[in-house]
């Protein structure tokens, strides 16, 4: 397969409502689409998951634009890949920016799987046919505005609910919380909002029953993590600080994590969540798919990936209408009593709408 043209979009889609963390409040999702045409004029679609501004990681859609235009598009156009998993290590020699190689790794998937006539999920070794689904809640204005939505998601049927902590809003709301729900599936996610020295704080949360604790310490440790680990009785799951496959390694060896959240975009790639995936399964440590607010085409790839069998716990692959009122996918992605059905037709699954696309195109640019 060769890559004889690539597109690059810059979509703006506004959510139905912000979603706040410790690190501040979104409301508008600024993203790059990408698009990629082979030799017989088919189409594969990745999207880059990073943000307007790098409060996740140090990624933007501008860096990853200028990484695309500048050094992995140029690499990639014209030259002959038999596989995917050989776009990882072409790209290798550029130094990070793993959420801008795993934007066009995801479409050479996208296209390898429609020329073999198989789904992705199929490709990546999956065998789910329907993947468990939970739900990832910002922070509020108020306990009792969490708790009404709470109650919403849980009657919608989301298998687990993710509250987003921070110093202020973590040990008295997670207790409201556990008291209003007694039964359900819990956790939270402090995106780095702590250090070491909060340990009582953290520790004070292992009287809920918590699933995990996600990423509570600095959003590139390992050492401080392990060091918490042995000091609460909650699983600790790292998002933030795990990039590779070898960050997944030393981690599982340091013991900074029981649980390993996989966001593709994050370890640069579907064929790096595989290995780490893999790893983990060797290893006894869960793993589940993140999301990064995502439209319809990453939110594929990430149910593709959730089919494999180590993605043990409920996923943050909220259904479209959670973030849309209307996602740039047909079919949009329908979440059934926490369940999502697989699609199992050649490729991603879904069929991007171009009609939707165009009208949050801010700007694009073709490569030839
Ligand atoms: O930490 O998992 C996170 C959203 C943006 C950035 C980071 C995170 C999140 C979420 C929401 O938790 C995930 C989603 O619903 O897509
Ligand atoms: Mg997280």
Redesign the pocket.
Known sequence: MKLKEVTLRHLKMRMKSP?T?SFGT?QDRDFILLEAKDENGNSGWGESVA?HSPW?NEETLKTNWHMLEDFIIPELLNREISHPNEVSDILSYIRKNNMAKSTIEGAVWDLYTQDQGISLAKALGGEKSKIEVG??I?IQNTVDDLLKLIDEYVTEGYKRM?V?IKPGWDVEVMREVRKHFPNVSLMA?A?SAYRLEDIDRLRALDEFDLMMI??PLASDDIIDHATLQKQISTPVCL??SIHSYEDTRKAIELGSCKII?I?IGRVGGLTESKRIHDLCKQHDIPVWC?????SGIGRAHNIALTTLDNFILPG???GSS??WDKDIIDPEVVVKDGFITVPDVPGIGYTPNRKTIKQFTVSEKTFS
């Open positions: 979603f963390t979104m943000f996740y739900i990832s910002g993710k987003k996610d995106n996600e990423q998002d933030e959240n966001k993140g999301g990064m607010l995502e943050d692959t909220a959670r973030y």
